[in-house]
């Protein structure tokens, strides 16, 4: 895949996730366009995974921490091979197993997550599993900044950083608002770069729709040895529909029919003008 | 009813089933390299030491720390570890609920959860250390199997026996020796309990530790009042055995359960939850903590005050028989 199909595909999977959203009239939809290019750089540049061999013991591990962003990890996977892409005009429906929440009844999920501060502690487990095993696979969790003053995962950081596990890597979707307001104002967790460092990790940051730049990131590690990593990937709630960019009521609103026609063709002019 | 009881039988005295889980761990560790203990600083009051020494690598520290023991023990377990979380039984089951029923049970991934000190265990260090709601809540968990092995022989088999499963277990016990209730060479099953006396006037239904007075009990039963006791020691308390309460409802029998727990949610309301929906009119009662905290004292000062004890629940075991029994010697 060239980098002009790589940024064609961020492109489809918004318009993608969008169309279910707007069909299931549900889902987190800021959240989901804000991580969904962290997503296609994962599954189609740097996981160390095959739809066909799902379950190899070598495979890199991703746990989407932020379990309320499904909509962009179900049309990732989709696309990936893992299910067939109709599987998902069922999402949100009685006795689907397309729920709102990553579930592993679903192809390629790792783990059941939704509650939030879990998947930090999980992916500390898998990792110390490899470390143990001597095997050379990574595991990648995906972070709200909501979530961040969850206690868990400060426990987790510690608990990395004591092990050594720089097999380890965290990335925290900052794209700076979660449901009643920005993190500034509902719970300030800045300086974060300081305060993971503090605890032990190695931190980068990049911009989080930047392809080229997460591929870079996230392919370069570990950071520093024995050191778990952290990437803190700074991106826009609501990326790429003009109307829903940095606005809060995206966090989980749904367009109307109006509004989707208007976000379908932006992302139709993006793709055509890359 | 004001009953003196005397001890009518020996029972030869065990070790605490916490050591007993220690020791089969370190067996199961020398052969088996995936066998991993994760403590949040509990290896001392968990026995565990012994273990670390000997399987440094099979033993993960993650401090106090009782979410992330859980979650942690969760990717472990996701790994392919045979991963056993050792925690207090009221920390692991309060404070790391939510990692229970999400990255244990509902992610099924086959943790076994080991809560020490179980109950009233730690006595006079008060309620913060108590675990009387534990049943309750794992029971109400779906994907998750709890234990409260009796005696030696029960620890021994539920340790080896949750080593090799594959789905997530709650297992509990105290710290005090037990009694050998029974032969070692009884076969065990998860959701299988067992009898320990066979007596068609009555049966006690116990778990964990409080099978001991209820053996006692009926003892005294049999010796004073010539009453036969059926004394069940139902270790797993979900999956229940029906079948077995199937076979004590047809006796037409009264049914008394005696727990280590609150009166809510437990053993007892398992039992009487299916019981009486499938329509069983035997008398039946509840002893174990009630709805209140605890008196202060030890383990077995709490036991006596609330009547799990063999005078306590020779009394129960009169009332429920109503007069349907005759003194045979005082």
Request: charge should be negative; proline fraction near 4%.
């Amino acid at each position: 895949m060239t980098d002009r199909e790589l940024q064609q595909k961020s492109v489809q999977l918004r318009k993608k996730l969008l169309k279910y959203i707007y069909q299931a009239k549900a889902g987190h939809t800021g959240g989901s366009l804000s991580c969904i290019d962290i997503l296609n750089v994962l599954y189609n540049r740097v996981l160390n995974i095959d739809p066909d061999d799902f379950k190899n013991p070598d495979r890199d591990r991703y746990i989407q921490s932020k379990g309320h962003s499904v909509e962009a990890l179900f049309v990732t996977l989709a696309d990936r091979g893992f299910f067939p892409e109709s599987d998902l005009e069922t999402l949100c429906q009685y006795q689907s197993h397309y729920i709102g929440h990553p579930t592993k009844k679903v192809r390629g999920v790792e783990q059941n997550t939704g509650a939030l501060g879990h998947g930090l502690p999980i992916c500390v487990g898998e990792s110390l599993a490899a470390k143990m095993d001597h095997k050379s696979h990574r595991i990648f969790t995906l972070l709200g900044d909501g979530e961040l003053p969850e206690g868990s995962n400060w426990e987790a950081m510690l608990i990395a950083a004591h092990y050594k596990l720089d097999n380890l890597y965290a990335i925290l979707d900052y794209n700076k608002q979660q449901i009643t307001g920005s993190n500034q104002e509902v719970m300030n967790t800045e300086p974060i770069k300081d305060k993971v460092e503090a605890f032990g990790w190695s931190v980068k940051e990049v911009d989080g729709h930047d392809l080229k730049a997460l591929e870079d990131v996230l392919n370069n590690g570990p950071f520093a040895e024995g050191k778990p990593n952290f990437i803190i990937a700074h991106t826009i709630k609501g990326k790429g529909i003009s109307y829903m960019e940095g606005v809060l009521k995206w966090h989980h609103g749904v367009p109307n029919e109006e509004l989707y026609a208007q976000a379908q063709k932006e992302l139709d002019d993006l793709e055509l003008a890359l | 009813m004001d009953v003196q009881v005397k001890e009518t039988k020996e029972l030869v005295m065990g070790k605490p089933n916490l050591e007993v889980f220690s020791a089969t761990l370190q067996d199961l560790a020398a052969g088996d390299q995936d066998i991993i203990v994760v403590t949040s600083d509990s290896r001392g009051s968990g026995k565990l030491v012994p273990f670390g020494q000997k399987y440094p690598k099979q033993m993960v520290e993650v401090g106090i720390v009782e979410q992330n023991l859980v979650g942690v023990a969760a990717g472990l377990a996701s790994a392919g570890k045979k991963v056993f979380a050792v925690s207090p039984a009221c920390f692991l089951t309060a404070r790391a609920l939510e990692q229970i029923k999400n990255d244990v049970a509902y992610s099924d991934n086959p943790v076994k959860l080991i809560g020490i000190s179980a109950g009233v265990s730690y006595g006079a260090l008060g309620t913060t250390h108590h675990s009387l709601h534990d049943y309750a809540v794992c029971r109400a968990i779906n994907n998750l199997m709890v234990v409260a092995p009796a005696d030696n022989v029960e620890t021994e088999q539920s340790i080896r026996l949750a080593a090799a499963l594959d789905r997530p277990i709650y297992i509990r016990f105290g710290k005090k020796p037990m009694p050998f209730l029974h032969a070692e060479d009884q076969t065990f099953e998860f959701g299988k309990a067992r009898m320990i006396t066979d007596g068609k006037d009555l049966a006690i239904i116990g778990t964990g530790e409080t099978v001991h007075p209820a053996l006692l009990a009926a003892q005294q039963l049999e010796a004073q009042y010539g009453i036969k006791t059926s004394v069940v020691s139902m270790h797993t308390i979900k999956p229940l055995d029906t079948e077995l309460l199937d076979k004590l409802s047809a006796r037409g029998c009264p049914i008394l359960t005696v727990e280590e727990h609150m009166v809510h949610g437990g053993l007892g309301e398992a039992c009487a939850s299916y019981l009486f929906q499938k329509g069983c009119t035997n008398k039946f009662r509840i002893m174990g903590i009630p709805d209140e905290y605890t008196v202060t004292g030890s383990q077995v000062e709490i036991f006596d005050h609330y009547g799990i004890s063999a005078p306590g629940i020779t009394s129960v075991a009169l009332d429920l028989l109503d007069g349907n029994f005759r003194m045979v010697k005082k």
